[in-house]
Every structure is written in structure tokens, then in C-alpha cells.
């Protein structure tokens, strides 16, 4: 009894019971016809879509034009964000000279960036890239300089006092107490990444999951529409994962 406990208390157990029920009561209502199939397809309509687009090539051509856009903007993004946050969160001058500009373009919707980014560079890939490198900049950044500032100041002091340098206490004692902040805002602040390639795929693309999401609502494709949907929450899920499973390796101690 016990044994059986623990197994439905098991995070796993519960997610994926959770995911077959929503499964089941979709197949159930698409069985029965409840909804018309024009607004909700059956999953094995959704599969057999899927397999078209797969056999076809579209498919990988899509997911690998999106998650490349998404990991290209985004890798920028955080490589600049790190030493950027962790500056302002160091340095008083810094985030007094750079925060209120940060504070007043991170309430700017990133998709309003588009029009400019298509007349800077065109119509190709660099500006989707660009639009979530603007779209998680100011996230990323400023909240790497929150968890900057929370790290606790005796252990600053202690370091300095027994005769560290500003760069050891900067590596080894400031960047590994803000390890576990920093990976959970990147891990948070990449479904913004993916909110930001779809709508770039809807405005200006030969190809990706937006893209062809948005072709599929032309013409009434539903199937299609879902299809792009559970995609890109699978690949988002597997990414997320990938950020618990850095952080359950890289920060131990923290967990």
C-alpha cells in the first residue's frame, strides 16, 4: 500500500496521469462528435496530419527553423544579459546609469520592434533572431541583477577581507551563489523566446512552426493548428526539462 502511495505521489506519475486525461476526454468528445471537427480534431486526425507534414519534410524543416531562431536569439541574449546583470547588480553607478532605460523599454511590447527590425535588415533571419535577443534582454538582465543583489553581503565582506581579489570574489563567490537564480530565469524567460519566433513566423518567414500555423488558419486546417500547438509545447517542455536537469547537476547543493 505504501509502494503504491509513493508511485501516485511521484511527480512523474501525476503529470503524465494528468496529460491521458485530458487525452481521453479529447477522444472522448471528438467520438461522440460534441464539437464539430472543424473547431476540434480528433488526436488521430492531429497524428495523421503530423505524419503527412513529417513524410512531406516539413515538419523537421519547420522545428529546426524555429528552435534555431529561438536558441540563436536567445543564447545572445543570455550571453549578454550575465555580465550586464551582474555588473548593475555590483556596481551602484552602472544600474543607476542603465536601469530606468532598462525599466522603460522592457514595458515595450517586443513585437512592436518588427516593422523597424524588417527595415533595418530585411526580411531574413537576423531579424527574428534580433527580436528575441530585444524581446528577453531586459528580463534576463535585470533579473540576474536581483539575484546579484540578494547574494548575502557577509560573504562578500568575509572574501575581501581575507585578502580576495574584486575577480576571485566575482567567480567564486558571487557567481556561484547566483548559479541557481540565473538558470531559473532563463529557464522562465524562454517561453517568452517562443512567444516572440511564433509571431515573427507569422509576420515575415518561408518556413517555421508559426508559419505553418498560420497557413493551416488560412485554410481552415485545424488539425494543423493543433499540431503546431502540441509541437511547440513538447519541444518547451524538453527545453525546460533540460534547464532542471543543469540545475539539479550543475547546483546540487542548491536543491
Known amino acids: 500500500m505504501g509502494r503504491v502511495k509513493d508511485l501516485l505521489h511521484h511527480p512523474w506519475i501525476l503529470g503524465i496521469t494528468g496529460v491521458l486525461l485530458v487525452l481521453a476526454v479529447w477522444t472522448l468528445a471528438t467520438s461522440l462528435k460534441l464539437v464539430d471537427p472543424l473547431f476540434l480534431p480528433s488526436p488521430a486526425a492531429v497524428l495523421a496530419a503530423g505524419r503527412a507534414q513529417a513524410a512531406q519534410g516539413l515538419l523537421w524543416a519547420d522545428l529546426v527553423a524555429s528552435v534555431g531562431r529561438v536558441l540563436g536569439g536567445f543564447a545572445l541574449s543570455a550571453a549578454v544579459a550575465l555580465p550586464l546583470g551582474i555588473a548593475m547588480g555590483t556596481s551602484t553607478v552602472i544600474n543607476r546609469l542603465l536601469e530606468p532605460l532598462m525599466g522603460l523599454i522592457r514595458y515595450m511590447p517586443a513585437p512592436a520592434f518588427i516593422p523597424l527590425l524588417i527595415i533595418y535588415f530585411g526580411l531574413g533571419e537576423l531579424p527574428k533572431i534580433l527580436l528575441i535577443f530585444i524581446g528577453t534582454l531586459f528580463f534576463n538582465t535585470l533579473m540576474i541583477m536581483d539575484a ?84 511547440i509545447g513538447l519541444i518547451g517542455l524538453v527545453i525546460d526539462l533540460g534547464f532542471r536537469l543543469v540545475m539539479r547537476r550543475g547546483c546540487a547543493w542548491a536543491n
Open 148 to 231: 546579484v543583489k540578494f547574494v548575502p553581503r557577509e560573504l562578500v565582506e568575509t572574501a575581501l577581507t581575507l585578502g580576495g581579489r574584486t575577480s576571485q570574489v566575482l567567480l567564486r563567490v558571487i557567481t556561484p551563489c547566483i548559479a541557481p537564480q540565473v538558470i531559473d530565469a532563463y529557464r522562465i524567460n524562454m517561453a517568452a523566446a517562443w512567444n516572440l519566433v511564433i509571431v515573427a513566423e507569422l509576420v515575415a518567414a518561408n518556413e517555421g512552426l508559426g508559419k505553418r500555423i498560420s497557413l493551416a488558419q488560412r485554410f481552415l486546417r485545424t488539425d494543423e493548428i493543433f499540431l503546431g500547438l502540441i509541437v
